[in-house]
């Protein structure tokens, strides 16, 4: 087996919460962080703490505005942040295909 | 996107040094401390660690014998062991497929 790809996985993105946030954001251009608490059914803190980890890092970008007179705060990726989500999912693939076996070929 | 496959990642798989060792003994009926410790280039005592969390979880069995006078501890997965690997690795597939954009069928 080769070790590589389990030792290059970024940590910041294996998380399982940041992953999912990480997987959210690269489908959207921006999300609001309502949605990305809603729809990962986290509560106020975890999404704040792994958003704040995101930022850090400089995969996530923050957008403060006010809509209709009420705070509205989203989210999005940075280059960065798509650049190292595609090399995560890049790693993952061949994690996936050194594990199972390979399908028939058609 | 479908929160799901995130929210089922078994955790004690999911950390990097465990996801290798599992990957590892799914791939061979036994392995020594050693092989594992040194083809995943870990310390003695990350390893150890590793596979202890991996024993209480029950997804691995040990087994201590004497090779030619010395003292040798192996590894192999439990059944169940192997059915929670398939689920993870199923769930990693599930993610895989939801983060990038399918290719063109041929």
New interface residues.
């Given amino acids: 087996?080769n070790?590589e790809p389990?030792?290059q996985?970024d940590?910041t993105i294996?998380e399982?919460?940041r992953?999912?946030i990480m997987?959210?954001l690269?489908?959207a251009p921006t999300l609001l962080f309502t949605e990305i608490r809603d729809?990962?059914?986290m509560t106020d803190g975890n999404a704040t703490a792994h958003l704040r980890t995101l930022l850090e890092a400089g995969y996530v970008a923050v957008t403060k505005s006010l809509e209709g007179g009420r705070a509205a705060t989203s989210y999005a990726l940075t280059q960065t942040g798509r650049r190292a989500?595609a090399d995560y999912?890049g790693l993952?693939?061949q994690?996936?295909a050194?594990?199972?076996p390979p399908l028939p070929s058609r």
Same sequence: chains 1, 2.
């Fill in positions: 087996m070790p389990f030792l996985l940590r294996h399982k919460g992953l999912a997987s959210l690269a489908a729809t990962l059914r989500f999912v993952l693939e994690i996936v050194q594990t199972r």
